[in-house]
Nanobody
Framework: QVQLVESGGGSVQAGDSLRLSCAAS????????VGWFRQAPGKEREFVAA????????YYADSVKGRFTISRDNAKNTVYLQMNSLKPEDTAVYYC????????????????????WGQGTQVTVSS
């Protein structure tokens, strides 16, 4: 079983930065791919970024590429999402999620590829 807790959200101005954290319980977290998703009011949940269990492969949505960076510290059971040059359209609740399978070769970029989810953290970017 894996439990995820996101933190680091807040209200910022356009152009500012935030770093989200996804802290996990469970010994198998370091063996699982992790994704970040977000959901804005009235919109569907969308993929933001993902990282392989080993940390050597990362994937990004086009809308955040070059601005966001996903990383992980398996010794701390934590995955991070560094968000720079934030825009008002980045406003959403951000969720982290973990792969149901350990040591996956691939990394899912859709929400149905993940089974463990956190409760979300709100990010609000004002212009």
């Amino acid at each position: 079983q894996v439990q995820l807790v996101e933190s680091g959200g807040g209200s910022v101005q356009a152009g500012d930065s935030l770093r989200l954290s996804c802290a996990a319980s469970g010994r198998t977290f370091s063996r699982r791919a992790v994704g970040w998703f977000r959901q804005a009011p009235g919109k569907e949940r969308e993929f933001v970024a993902a990282i392989k269990w080993s940390g050597d492969s990362t994937y990004y949505a086009d809308s955040v590429k070059g601005r966001f960076t996903i990383s992980r510290d398996n010794a701390k059971n934590t995955v991070y999402l560094q968000m720079n040059s934030l825009k008002p359209e980045d406003t959403a609740v951000y969720y982290c999620a973990a792969d149901p399978t350990t040591y996956s070769i691939g990394v899912a970029t859709t929400s149905d590829g993940y089974i463990y989810w956190g409760q979300g953290t709100q990010v609000t970017v004002s212009s």
